[in-house]
Nanobody, 121 residues
Framework: QVQLVESGGGLVQPGGSLRLSCAASGGISSINAMGWYRQVPGKQRELVAAITSDGITNYADSVKGRFTISRDNAKNTVYLQMNSLKPEDTAVYYC???????????????WGQGTQVTVSS
């Protein structure tokens, strides 16, 4: 059973930094795109950043220049380095991965359990 386990959330002051990690495990053949989404109460989950298996990245306009996504394919892990954090970055952050379990089949989307990031003084 594929699992995504996130870590690194917490409380930080405005202007501070946090690094999120998400490790995928459990019968994985390959992982295509990996990404981070966030959600606040009453709003839809939104894409923060994504990265392909080849390292091509995509960012939401609101985080460009402040957040950096990276991945370690050998460890099936994706990271999100968040700098210059703002109160509006406060949300639950979810990891997402498109995982192929059986070679020759289509990848399926998996989600982590979410980690709270709170930016407040």
């Amino acid at each position: 059973q594929v699992q995504l386990v996130e870590s690194g959330g917490g409380l930080v002051q405005p202007g501070g930094s946090l690094r999120l990690s998400c490790a995928a495990s459990g019968g994985i053949s390959s992982i295509n795109a990996m990404g981070w989404y966030r959600q606040v109460p009453g709003k839809q989950r939104e894409l923060v950043a994504a990265i392909t298996s080849d390292g091509i990245t995509n960012y939401a306009d609101s985080v460009k220049g402040r957040f950096t996504i990276s991945r370690d394919n050998a460890k099936n892990t994706v990271y999100l380095q968040m700098n210059s954090l703002k109160p509006e970055d406060t949300a639950v952050y979810y990891c997402n991965a498109a995982v192929t379990v059986v070679v020759g089949t289509y990848p399926r989307n998996y989600w982590g359990q979410g980690t709270q990031v709170t930016v407040s003084s």
